[in-house]
């Protein structure tokens, strides 16, 4: 018999863009369809930072508890759960795409920075136990939502594809994952300690677009015949880059948007993405198949998201880092400290 607490320690947003604060709230009780989970870490994405601004048009639950990359142990499941068992490894990720009616954690319902969080029983991610939790939980959405987007991509191995934003939580996440499917990586970001990492990542070439004088000679000079890359991941979270890829993807290559900073537009030339036949489109996280992809190639030793830890108080701290853009990798709360 697990001992579940009355309350647990929790970081609460009461107004978005007000203060987040660090206290005890009551542990949840699952619902029929749903697992109680013992949260022991969460990865800290850009999306927790949109949902405590209010940056998009979305109806955001006040008061919050957010965070959507959980990784911990279930403690109790309701009675309709069959297929969860108590003290099953699993994960608690963002939504399913494309469905109409979506419950989003740390969005629309109460996430993964607290001790104790409920889930859908069919949606948590099966984890094996023989996998970090620490080291496994931004797979859940970071990891998820690139590797969904190489495959959106359309790219082969052997081929390049550029990376914009190659050094954040995302971007390191997606160099390795597109190493891993056999792709040339060119990176595209800036500051000496993401170039570093891009490097230590196995990435091939890294451009630093604050250094660069001309971004978009420099990016087709640094693929093959200088005719730019088969792709491009846009995971970079400002909206500059968005009005760029389309001059340096290469003919007939594929631009894919992952990031969503505020208020923001993509922009394209008509005439050369119709003469060039460029194709531009969306990605959004990952089902339940690009799941247990996404987390097959991480159980291989293929995927080692570079983190760092720390404890769920010091949740505001990250979001400062993220906001000034200084983060290289990818922060995670541990739920305990």
Request: proline fraction near 5%; include cysteine; hydrophobic fraction near 40%.
């Amino acid at each position: 018999m697990v001992n579940i607490p009355k309350d647990q320690m929790a970081q609460v947003i009461t107004k978005t863009g007000g203060p987040i604060e660090f206290k005890r709230i009551p542990v949840p009780k699952p619902a029929s369809d749903e697992v109680l989970v013992n949260v022991k870490f969460s990865g800290v994405c850009h999306t927790d930072l949109h949902a405590w601004m209010g940056d998009w048009p979305l109806d955001t639950k006040m008061p919050l508890v957010g965070g959507h990359e959980g990784a911990g142990v279930v403690v109790s499941r309701g009675e309709l759960v069959k297929d969860v068992q108590i003290g099953e490894h699993v994960g608690i990720k963002a939504d399913e795409p494309l469905c109409s009616k979506a419950t989003m954690s740390g969005y629309t319902v109460d996430g993964t920075f607290q001790q104790y969080a409920v889930a859908k029983a069919a949606h948590v991610a099966h984890l094996d136990k023989s996998i970090p939790l620490d080291k496994v939980a931004p797979i859940l959405c970071a990891g998820i939502t690139v590797y969904k987007g190489l495959k959106e991509s359309g790219a082969r191995p052997g081929q390049t594809v550029a990376i914009v934003g190659a050094g954040g939580g995302l971007g390191s996440v997606a160099v390795q994952y597109a190493k891993a499917m056999g792709l040339e990586v060119l990176g595209i970001d800036t500051g000496d300690e993401k170039k570093k990492l891009f490097k230590k990542l196995g990435g091939t070439t890294f451009i630093d677009f604050a250094q660069s004088k001309d971004l978009i000679k420099d990016v087709k000079a640094a693929t093959h015949n200088n005719e730019g890359p088969h792709a491009v991941l846009l995971v970079a979270a400002n909206e500059k880059p968005f009005q760029q890829i389309t001059e340096y993807v290469r003919s007939r290559g594929t631009v894919v948007a992952m990031g969503l900073p505020a208020d923001a537009y993509l922009k394209a030339p008509v005439f050369g993405s119709v003469i060039r036949m460029v194709t531009i489109k969306g990605s959004y996280v990952g089902n339940r198949r690009d799941t247990a992809e996404a987390l097959e190639f991480f159980q291989r030793g293929l995927i080692e998201c570079p983190i760092k830890i720390v404890g769920l108080s010091e949740l505001p701290m990250v979001y400062e880092k993220m906001k000034a853009g200084a983060i290289a990798g990818r922060y995670v709360v541990d739920t305990s400290k």
